[in-house]
């Protein structure tokens, strides 16, 4: 066992999944020195094993794992795998952590992961991840990284077979533990959890029954990457299935011995995911159907994927409670018994294959492990956390994110590992930047007297590219391409292993300019460039040819179609990337100011966090007071006080010297670039007029409480919406104690036209104030009547709560909906009870309705056209990737977080709020801000000074010059392009789109076209 000390002080991240991450890639990119752990043997964690997630159409594995976990450019962060947690002892800022690594028994700097391992012992290496156990030589999943497998020494019977094998001499059957301590100031718990096994359930057929499988089991019989290679097959006999079901909260949301409380949060969009993924895919010779309690798509536009399922896909959709699942012994068909609302007869149905959709259990080793750290866990085992402070545990100095917190999906965990990163962060200093670049890369060749020797590397993407189109035909045919030296299919290529590879043959062949036949430059240009640097070419002279989003995603249903036009399309990009030529990038001071605009519970936290670590804040709020809409909120559901809160909070920011606060302000003018912005504000009640400087803006400016026409709101005191319910609770308790019978009737206002997304805080408040009333006056009768109950995770503990009360929960359907009665003698609502089939009258006292948010849409209007920035369909803003950045905004230094962004409740609203601030900082410890290259140039000998330019640009950057041309300050463009489009003497150009090379593509697309 070998021993060592590490001084050096740094933030400790323990768990490898999306969220370890993603907290560890901002503490680096905010320059911080970050230790990342997990005990298994790749960093990735359970996401690496998904395809695809939702929605479909903009985003899948491939933008999720090694986007996030190829991390070898940040060289701050330190990837340590099979490590755990031996012992802490100090406290926040000084901790001491002994950690443990385990033998790998092989070198994963020599291991290429070639696989002739496997091929040479069968019986020790398996690659098909989900669905067998772990052998003697193991890699779980494609995207691993590091992408090495991992020896289990103790089946091994032959070490010396082992290393014969391997040709780079990666085996090392002499490897040991090592143990180490670390100084650091912050440790970030984020390891996760696992997914329930239902095969201790006898009624389901989970373990017993080959054709019942859990939805991650389905993912892998879907992925190109599993046991059947993309191809959908029946376990027992490989057939393709005609009939599939998903069977929704199993081993959740239940009193059953085995069955967790909660709500898993992630079930129901990720069987919807799989069932639309299954119908893209074969269409109408697959059935799918859902067998669902309440269908809890609750997060920013979920409902519209929810429609889209039904109304586009054809999924059909079944409430009810399934109570059992049998096999037909000869035919390995499934028979699901079933009860529905409406029909006290149990129905039957037969199905191909079954999907239990299982939810999220702590393990044991999580627990042990918070014994080790010190922290508090809850009833259900999860790290306990409080409402205002959402990231931080029981222990101070330690943070905690993603589903080691609660249960929660990916947005929401890349949130909350913003948000642990930027608490974690602040406990260290903020080292300045240097201006030294993070990686060292070789001189540029120059490459301007050669001839265009380029490089085609085709990526299959798994399903999303090699399961519509034959990648090694294609291949084939690029290579016959006029200027194409080299053209090689490399799998997924932005993997580790393929980058590394393809390094190697650029190399090796002399290339000098490279096409990228894969997925979205959005999301991986920066990763190819980066490749580029490292082979000694400009970054400028890759070009990436989108075929995923642009051909197998929209033509899946036609494959030779998308075959040919994958080739032209990759024709296009030889013939531009042959006109390419090596371009500089322009860089400009950063500008550490930070603009907030809102000044409710996000605005100020994003704003104290910022302040404390020393920037400069403007915090903008066009009210007289701090606090926004939460001024209005007395209590949240677990109990906490949200007023005394917004005190005490809008107290901190007005005594904080970095923060100045500007009430009664409105944004009114915006220029400048990414770190360089000038902003212009109206102050005060005279409205003088003010201009400040900022490098980042983070948008904060909430929503408003909905209050739609419906039921006599507004004509009738004794209708109320829960907002009003919440202050007469806390203002007027003896009204409410008066109460005989109230009514609440859930989705007023939301998941109807003209908003037809879920508000996501509706059933809480519901719950919330039913609690309250009921503890004021025990023997008031309360209905609650709904669509969809939808207290995601740990909410559902309240509702069941509720139900033990004595609340009444009456679901109706949106074509029968409530109808209210109101006059002298009292209110009286109408609905049909699904579970009695008949009509039924209720008396009420109060008429509660659950109207939830709805977007500010004229103030994110006139800020998304001043700031440029888009918006949902519904007014809300629009974050730049639903994924991986849904804090980030589309124009760089843009950040949303709170209602802005979405409807969420305060806890939900605070955690982005430190979301935005971490990821602020990645920006604003930079001393410089690199603008890219891509601005317009002007050619003097064509201008004619006609100063068409002048008028058009939209951010003011052209003017004429002492020579009489117009010029362009690279330092100011913003490379839009719409100079270059209305130039009458084409004399201007956008770098990296010049006129060339554009003609160039169209030149590929027609050249061979008969």
Same mark, same amino acid.
């Given at each position: ?110 291991? %290429? ?61 002499? !490897?040991?533990?090592?143990? /180490? ?166 129905? %039957? ?88 670049? /993070? ?7 120059? #490459? ?121 399309? @990759? ?53 007289? +007071? ?35 606060? @500007? ?11 990414? =770190? ?72 007023? =206002? ?82 049909? !009870?699904? #579970?009695?089939?008949?009509?039924? /009258? ?31 369909? !519904? ?23 709170? %209602? ?38 002007? !050619? ?31 330092? +100011?463009?913003? =490379? ?35």
């Amino acid at each position: 066992m070998n021993t060592r000390e590490t001084d050096k002080q740094s933030v400790l991240v323990i768990g490898g999944g999306v969220g370890g991450i993603r907290a560890a890639l901002d503490l680096a990119e905010s320059r911080r020195d970050v230790v990342l752990i997990d005990k298994s043997y790749a960093i990735g964690g359970l996401m690496t094993r998904l395809d695809r997630t939702f929605p479909t159409n903009n985003c899948d594995l491939c933008t999720i794992s090694p986007h996030l976990s190829e991390s070898g450019r940040q060289l701050r962060l330190d990837l340590k795998p099979m490590t755990v947690v031996e012992q802490v002892e100090g406290q926040a800022g000084d901790f001491k952590v002994t950690i443990r690594t385990l033998p790998r028994y092989i070198d994963v700097e020599k291991c %290429t992961a070639c696989g002739e391992c496997a091929e040479k012992f069968p019986d020790w290496v398996r690659f098909t991840p989900g669905l067998d156990p772990r052998a003697p030589t193991c890699m779980r999943y494609p995207q691993a990284t590091p992408y090495a497998f991992s020896v289990d020494a103790d089946k091994v019977t032959d070490f010396d077979a082992l290393q014969k094998t391997c040709k780079v001499g990666a085996i090392i059957p002499d !490897d040991q533990e090592k143990t /180490e301590t670390l100084s650091v100031a912050s440790i970030i718990l984020s390891t996760g959890a696992e997914l329930f096994d239902p095969a201790v359930l006898d009624n389901f057929g989970g373990g017993q029954f080959p054709n019942v499988v859990t939805g991650l089991e389905y993912e892998r019989l879907m992925s190109a990457s599993g046991p059947t290679l993309g191809q959908l097959a029946r376990p027992s006999d490989n057939k393709r299935p005609a009939r599939v079901a998903w069977i929704q909260c199993v081993g959740s949301r239940g009193i059953n011995r085995q069955d967790v409380p909660y709500c898993s949060s992630v079930c129901c969009m990720y069987a919807l995911k799989e069932a639309i993924v299954t119908k893209e895919r074969f269409a109408e010779d697959i059935e799918a159907s859902i067998f669902y309690m309440d269908m809890r798509t609750c997060g920013k536009d979920y409902e519209l994927y929810l429609n889209r399922a039904v109304n586009e896909y054809g999924v059909k959709l079944v409430r009810s409670r399934p109570h059992s699942v049998v096999e037909d012994s000869e035919t390995g068909n499934l028979v699901i018994t079933y009860a529905t609302d409406d029909d006290e007869r149990h129905k %039957t149905e037969v199905f191909d294959m079954v999907v239990l959709s299982t939810g999220f259990r702590i393990p044991a080793s999580t627990r042990e492990l918070a014994g080790r750290l010190g922290i508090d866990l809850n009833e259900h085992g999860y790290a306990q956390t409080s409402g205002f402070s959402p990231v931080a545990t029981s222990r101070p100095g330690i943070y905690v994110c993603g589903v080691s917190e609660s249960p929660k999906d990916i947005p929401e965990t890349m949130i909350q590992a913003s948000a642990a990163a930027a608490m974690a962060g602040t406990q260290m200093h903020l080292e300045q930047d240097t201006g030294a670049e /993070e990686e060292d890369f070789p001189p540029e060749i120059d #490459v301007s007297g050669q001839n265009p020797r380029v490089g085609v590397f085709v990526c299959d993407c798994g399903p999303n590219i090699g399961d519509v189109i034959t990648v090694s035909a294609l291949v084939e045919k690029v290579r016959s391409f006029p200027g194409v030296a080299y053209a090689e299919a490399v799998g997924y290529g932005c993997s580790k292993e393929s980058m590394d590879k393809m390094e190697t043959l650029i190399r090796e062949h002399g290339l000098n300019r490279v096409v990228i036949g894969g997925c979205s430059p959005r999301t991986h240009e920066t990763k190819f460039q980066d490749m580029m640097r490292r082979c000694g070419l400009n970054k400028y002279l890759v070009e990436i040819v989108n075929i995923r989003d642009q051909d197998t995603w929209v033509h899946m249903d036609r494959p030779a179609d998308a075959t040919r036009k994958a080739v032209k399309m @990759l024709e296009m990009g030889v013939h531009a990337v042959a006109r390419a030529h090596p371009l500089m990038e322009h860089s400009l001071p950063m500008n550490q100011n930070v603009l907030v605009v809102g000044g409710g519970v996000t605005g100020m936290n994003a704003a104290l966090i910022l302040s404390d670590q020393g920037f400069r804040v403007y915090l903008v709020e066009r009210e007289a +007071r701090l606090g926004g809409i939460a001024r209005n909120i007395r209590a949240t559901l677990e109990g906490d006080d949200v007023g005394r809160y917004i005190t005490e909070l809008a107290g901190k920011v007005t005594a904080d010297q970095k923060i100045q606060v @500007l009430t009664q302000s409105i944004i009114v003018d915006h220029k400048g670039m990414p =770190g360089r912005f000038t902003t212009g504000i109206q102050t005060g009640p005279r409205m003088h007029y003010m201009q400040i400087e900022h490098g980042v803006s983070i948008l904060a400016t909430g929503a408003l409480a909905n209050r739609p026409g419906q039921y006599q709101l507004g004509e009738d005191d004794r209708v109320m919406t829960q907002l009003d319910m919440d202050a007469k609770i806390a203002d007027d308790p003896e009204s409410v104690r008066s109460m005989d019978q109230a009514v609440m009737i859930q989705c007023v =206002g939301s998941r109807e036209p003209g908003n037809p997304n879920c508000s996501r805080i509706c059933c809480q408040s519901a719950i919330k104030n039913a609690l309250r009333m009921k503890a004021l006056n025990p023997d008031m009768q309360i209905y609650v009547l709904y669509r969809d109950m939808r207290t995601y995770g740990f909410q559902e503990d309240y509702y069941r709560e509720a139900r033990k009360q004595g609340v009444k929960f009456i679901r109706y359907e949106p074509e029968s909906r409530p109808e209210v009665r109101a006059d002298k003698a009292g209110l009286a609502v109408c609905v049909y !009870d699904e #579970v009695l089939g008949r009509y039924l /009258e209720i008396s009420a006292d109060a008429l509660v309705l659950s109207t939830g948010l709805i977007a500010d849409d004229e103030t994110t209007e006139d800020l998304s056209v001043m700031f440029h920035l888009p918006r949902s369909d !519904d007014g809300y803003f629009l974050e730049d990737h639903v994924k991986l950045r849904p804090t980030d905004m589309s124009v760089r230094g843009f950040f949303v977080a709170g %209602t802005a962004h979405a409807p969420k409740s305060i806890r939900e609203s605070i955690t982005q709020a430190q979301a935005a601030a971490g990821r602020a900082q990645t920006l604003l410890s930079k001393q410089w801000i690199n603008l890219g290259a891509s601005v317009a140039k002007v !050619d003097g000998d064509k201008c004619a000074a006609c100063l068409i330019c002048v008028r058009v640009c939209p951010y003011n950057v052209p003017y004429i010059n002492a020579e009489g041309y117009s010029e362009i300050d690279p330092a +100011r463009c913003h =490379g839009c392009g719409t100079c270059v489009a209305d130039c009458p003497a084409r004399a201007i150009q956008l770098m990296q789109y010049e006129d060339d090379q554009i003609l160039a593509k169209l030149d590929g697309l027609f050249e061979r076209m008969n």
